[in-house]
């Protein structure tokens, strides 16, 4: 069997198998983590695309004077991700951190999973609230209150159905279906990843035929959630990944409703393509022993 990106996730078989998150902690009025202005730091990175997702919202909600953010270092090594100077990131401004480990073992000193961001920090109580993007994009959406400047709703009541299904099979087969791609160890892991991952860009292309939204007339926290992933397609997936079938550039409806979220202001300026490519193929010595960085390809939003 080859060699794992992460041994402890992957099965027998070759399947990438992703770890739960560790912490699942909401920010309440009547908890232990209410809704205060500046209590609340946000870990993130630019290349990751569940961390990218809270980035995203944190600027649609106007929530950048409530919620401090700081970027870690793209490259990631086998002590995890790290605060390190260079452009677009830079030490940890909250805890001195030197790793973001630090805050994990804070958190919970038996702790011994992977690290991962996003990762919303209390300053109180010097603890990790959470760290599941899905959990944090609707905490960001619906927790905050007063402290937001924009009381537009990323889940509103009468979608939320629908959105949980879309979100369901984006997740499985979209979201997380590249990387059960990419971080297969087996022919058989990998070609069932892959033909899920194209049936459900095949159906989300038809959808989108006649519908700028994924659900409804406006945009919701499942375009948000389809978005980092599509717009780290062509530029990483198709290539590091080997989800090489088709590009995001081939499909009519997708590429121009991605080119229209990137168009939006609280989309595109939070993407970052040095960080995504330097991410990838630097840090997943499994896949890309190298390091070498591709030049390309030459995209549209680059």
């Not at 960001?140 to 979100?167: H, M």
Request: proline content about 6%.
């Amino acid at each position: 069997m080859p060699e794992a990106a992460f041994p402890d996730e992957t099965s027998e078989s070759g399947e990438f198998q992703r770890q739960q998150s560790a912490f699942r902690d909401a920010v309440d009025v009547s908890g232990p983590h209410p809704p205060a202005a500046g209590r609340y730091h946000l870990y993130v990175s630019l290349a990751c695309p569940w961390a990218h997702r809270t980035i995203i919202a944190r600027r649609i909600k106007g929530l950048e004077d409530a919620i401090s953010m700081s970027v870690v270092d793209p490259i990631r090594d086998e002590r995890g991700w790290a605060f390190r100077e260079g452009r677009g990131h830079g030490p940890d401004p909250v805890n001195g951190f030197a790793f973001l480990m630090e805050a994990y073992r804070a958190t919970d000193p038996d702790f011994e999973g992977r690290v991962t961001v996003p990762v919303l920090w209390d300053r109180e109580t010097r603890s990790i609230v959470n760290n599941e993007s899905s959990d944090l994009l609707r905490q960001l959406n619906a927790s905050f209150g007063d402290l937001a400047t924009s009381d537009y709703d990323l889940y509103p009541a009468e979608l939320r159905d629908e959105i949980d299904e879309v979100n369901a099979s984006v997740y499985d087969h979209v979201n997380n279906g590249v990387y059960r791609a990419g971080f297969a160890t087996s022919q058989e892991a990998y070609e069932a990843a892959v033909r899920a991952l194209f049936a459900e860009l095949d159906r989300l292309d038809a959808r989108l035929t006649d519908r700028r939204f994924l659900v409804g007339e406006r945009l919701t926290e499942a375009d948000i959630r389809l978005f980092t992933t599509l717009i780290r397609f062509d530029a990483v997936y198709v290539g590091h990944f080997k989800c090489n079938v088709r590009r995001i550039a081939d499909y009519p409806a997708l590429s121009r409703y991605l080119g229209e979220l990137y168009a939006r202001p609280e989309f595109g300026p939070t993407v970052d393509f040095d960080h995504i490519k330097r991410h990838y193929y630097v840090t997943h010595g499994a896949i890309n022993p190298t390091g070498i960085v591709p030049v390309g390809p030459e995209l549209p939003f680059a």
